[in-house]
Each structure stands twice: as structure tokens, then as C-alpha cells.
């Protein structure tokens, strides 16, 4: 049980343009859904936490407008990262919350952007 | 915010001991511990959640010292597949619940 999927699992693409990553809880409810981004060979860095039905908080330094987060149904939450540049280039990692259990995360397989 | 790991690397043997420690500035509400290959996604280990909690995972068991606001890792018998870096992620009192601060890492490779 509690797995986590994401798609896609890589994606190369021109600068400028936008890309959606969805984040899907396969078995389970989540209520809530967070973000993360990895630079290689750094830890993983929260940039917002969505919950069902309601607006994402972002972390202080993650521009809202620019990381788009929707967190649609119990089972689905996507980030679209808009007007991608290199340095958006990283590693995007979802988790996830069961509904009863928000203490235990579990991950997504993660999703490597490549910006050209 | 960010808790401190050490150490940063560490080489085994098999069959070797290691310990990963997980220290923290602020007043720890829970430690969850994760385990994470190269170029995957981390996996859950485990979840600390009182302070003097212990738990264990076939060989790889943690504590929670909430006094000293830290955590450590114990891995016994070290067995290859334990090679990849560890991350102990935070939650603070106070925090939005879920909100992990995760350490920087520690690498961990098992030699034959």
C-alpha cells in the first residue's frame, strides 16, 4: 500500500516553455501533497505544501506564480512549472499524506527536468 | 532550521556497524528517517515521534533524544543494499504540520 506515482519520469525541454509533472496517490487518500526539489547531490527542499481543495502554501523563496500547484482530487496534485529556464533544472519530488496518517510521507518516484 | 547530519560520508565493510546522526537547534516534534539510491526517490525508513522512542527495522533501528533534540540512525551488519545516502527530516514545534527540513545527507556506501 501508500504508493505514490509521478509523471512523467523525465522531461527535456526548450527554455521558455511550460511543463505540468502530475503527482498521483494510487491506493490511498491524500489530503495533503508536498513538493520538493533536489539539486544533485544537495538534500531535497520543500517548496509547498497543497491540500485538497484549497491554495498551496509556498516556501519563502519559491515564486507562486512561476510554480504553479493544483491539488485538484484526494488522489491527484500537479506542478506546472511555467516558462522553464536552465536553472529550473532538477529533480522534482512529490509526497504525499494518507488521510488518518499525516504523519508519514510517501514519496513519488520523482521527475528529472532537463531545461535546455 | 536546517538539522545538522553527521557524519557526512562513511565507508563500511560488510557486516560493519554505522551510526547517522541527526542534531537539531529547535525543539523537535518528529524525526522521520529516509534512505535514498542515486537517482531515485527517497524511501521511508521510519518515524519518530516521542522523545526516548526507539524503533527498529530488521537491522536498521533509531532513537529519538528529545532533550538533546536529536536523532541517530543504527545500522548493524551492514549489508550492501544499505549503500545510498540518508536523510533525517524535521518537524518542528510550532511548524505546519508535514513540513520536513530535511539534514544535507549522509552518504553511505557498503563495500564487499
Known amino acids: 500500500g501508500a504508493v505514490v506515482s509521478q509523471h512523467p519520469s523525465r522531461v527535456i525541454c526548450k527554455s521558455g516553455t511550460s511543463v505540468k509533472i502530475e503527482c498521483r496517490s494510487l491506493d490511498f487518500q491524500a489530503t495533503t501533497m508536498f513538493w520538493y526539489r533536489q539539486f544533485p547531490k544537495q538534500s531535497l527542499m520543500l517548496m509547498a505544501t497543497s491540500n485538497e481543495g484549497s491554495k498551496a502554501t509556498y516556501e519563502q523563496g519559491v515564486e507562486k506564480d512561476k510554480f504553479l500547484i493544483n491539488h485538484a482530487s484526494l488522489t491527484l496534485s500537479t506542478l506546472t512549472v511555467t516558462s522553464a529556464h536552465p536553472e529550473d533544472s532538477s529533480f522534482y519530488i512529490c509526497s504525499a499524506s494518507e488521510r488518518g496518517n499525516t504523519d508519514t510521507q510517501y514519496f513519488g518516484p520523482g521527475t528529472r527536468l532537463t531545461v535546455l | 532550521q536546517q538539522p545538522v547530519q553527521s557524519p557526512q560520508a562513511v565507508i563500511l565493510r560488510e557486516g560493519e556497524d554505522a551510526v547517522i546522526n541527526c542534531s537539531s537547534s529547535k525543539a523537535l516534534y518528529s524525526v522521520h528517517w529516509y534512505r535514498q539510491k542515486h537517482g531515485e526517490a527517497p524511501v521511508f525508513l521510519m518515524i519518530?515521534?516521542?522523545?526516548?522512542e526507539q524503533k527498529g527495522h530488521e537491522k536498521i533501528s533509531a532513537s529519538f533524544n528529545e532533550k538533546k533534540q536529536q536523532s541517530s540512525l543504527y545500522l548493524t551488519a551492514s549489508q550492501l543494499s544499505y549503500s545510498g545516502t540518508y536523510f533525517c527530516?524535521?518537524?518542528?514545534?510550532?511548524?505546519?504540520?508535514?513540513?520536513?527540513?530535511f539534514g544535507k545527507g549522509t552518504k553511505l556506501s557498503v563495500k564487499p
Open positions: 519518530l515521534l516521542k522523545g526516548g
Open positions: 527530516g524535521t518537524e518542528f514545534y510550532g511548524g505546519s504540520q508535514g513540513n520536513l527540513i
